[in-house]
């Protein structure tokens, strides 16, 4: 290892030397003065002379122990060398590591703003993504409420069907025993009834056939009635209100819940004999006054029907 830290040695001043005396031949030779430099002295031969005129050439003898006279050597020469050397040495060594640390710090900051900006670029995507997400979420939450409605909607409106299916059943099967009751009595071979005394069934084709009241319009003593099985008039029936001179006879279909109030009345024509605007508006506005007995055991709704009877005044 100290062999090659030699060897490096040697080459190194080597190289240094040979960079020197090329600066010296192409740049210090020709900063030295051609001419002589020195100080001009009076001629003379000795050393203890007096006066102020120059005595002539001729006299003048020169002594063998007068010393000669010796113009000193340019001394720029010599000095300008080590400003040279120094100013090689200050570029080769000490500038060269300056401006590599400069590119070095100019990289590391543009490093170091790449990085900031990527930073900065990735927290804004998780931003977004994290929006995008939570408004996503909520889009389902809002799907997953409106289906679960939607559902919840239309169990109810099946179960009303069901309900008012069953209703509709129950009553039609009321009325068919009502029927077979009134007119086929169980070992009855009579083909009439009634006390009038003739043949036939005593009463009214829109009458009720378990009344007893075989006169009058089939309607009852008021000329009005109701049908619903089960439930009974609170107070007495409400009366429509009308100022023609007409007569006939119109059925209002009733919807009741199990507190007894008529939640809704139309016109129905089977069992109606007329079709009077003014008389089926007045009775459909009597009949929604109606009111029933409550019922808790009920169903929420029940069907039935109410029947006035118009007469001439």
């Known amino acids: 290892m100290q062999k090659k830290y030699n060897r490096h040695g040697i080459i190194g001043s080597i190289v240094f030397h040979i960079i020197v005396l090329l600066l010296l031949i192409f740049f210090g030779l020709k900063t030295v003065p051609q001419q002589e430099e020195g100080i001009l002295v009076n001629l003379g031969n000795v050393q203890t002379g007096l006066g102020e005129i120059e005595p002539p050439k001729s006299s003048a003898q020169p002594t063998p122990s ?29 500038e060269a590591p300056e401006i590599k640390s400069a590119e070095q710090k100019k990289k590391e900051e543009e490093d170091r703003l790449k990085k900031q900006k990527e930073e900065q670029e990735r927290k804004i995507q998780e931003e977004l993504d994290r929006k995008a997400k939570e408004e996503a979420d909520r889009k389902a939450k809002e799907e997953a409420e409106a289906k679960r409605i939607a559902e919840a909607e239309r169990l109810r409106k099946e179960e009303e069907a069901r309900k008012e299916r069953e209703e509709k059943q129950r009553i ?16 009855n071979n009579s083909s009439s009834e009634g006390d009038a005394g003739g043949s036939g069934n005593q009463g009214y084709v829109t009458g009720d056939p378990n009344s007893k009241n075989r006169t009058g319009s089939g309607l009852g003593n008021s000329g009005s009635g109701f049908d619903l099985t089960g439930r009974s008039l609170v107070g007495s029936l409400p009366q429509p209100s009308y100022s023609i001179q007409e007569e006939g006879i119109v059925v209002v279909q009733v919807t009741v819940d199990k507190y007894g109030k008529v939640v809704s009345a139309e016109f129905q024509l089977k069992g109606s004999t007329t079709q009077n605007s003014t008389l089926k508006k007045a009775a459909i506005e009597a009949a929604k006054k ?24």
């Open 66 to 94: 007068q010393p000669q006279q010796t113009t000193p050597p340019p001394a720029p020469k010599e000095k300008s060398e080590p400003k040279a050397e120094e100013s090689i040495k200050t570029q080769d060594y000490d």
């Open 290 to 313: 109606a009111k029933f007995n409550s019922d808790p055991n009920a169903s929420a709704f029940q069907k039935g029907t109410i029947t006035y009877h118009f007469v001439l005044n």
């Open 172 to 187: 039609a099967d009321d009325a068919r025993n009502k029927v077979s009751g009134a007119f086929g009595k169980s070992n």
